[in-house]
């Protein structure tokens, strides 16, 4: 990999911003991932997840589960510990974006009737981060202080 990607992918400033935003939005991200994976926090698992993935056109199921499980779970802990959140944020914005279109986009606006606002919500943080970067207290921001 060269030098140039590295430094890009760690870039970040040392502002608290993203701190504040990138630690609650970790945490809300893993435990949903947790939730499709592991079957914790009330969650179906990936058996279940899969069916119901099936079930809105995501096919296959059980591997789009383990897709976005996986994207939310490892993505969300990224962002708490603030390692590699701008391809992180990245991943996580694109879960949103299909949640959106797959799951809730048809369903209005507010979450109350299944729709969009809370997913669009986290689009909008992830986006952000992939943006900004992890910012003040990250593991990116100490390596991207080694490297230099």
Known sequence: MSESLIQRLLATGNGSAALVLRVPVGIIFAAHG??????????????????????????????????AGAAEFFGGLALIVGLLVRPAGAALAFAMLVAIVSAHGGKGFFLASGGLEYALALLAAAL???????????????????RS
Do not use: N
């Not at 939730?35 to 059980?62: D, N, R, V």
């Not at 952000?128 to 080694?146: E, I, N, V």
């Open 34 to 67: 947790a939730q499709k994976l592991f079957g914790w926090f009330g969650g179906h698992g990936l058996e279940g997840t899969g069916q119901f993935f099936a079930s809105i056109g995501l096919a296959p199921g059980y591997l789009m589960a383990l897709l």
């Open 128 to 146: 952000s981060l992939a943006f900004s970067g992890a910012g003040r207290c990250s593991l990116d921001r100490a390596f991207a202080r080694s």
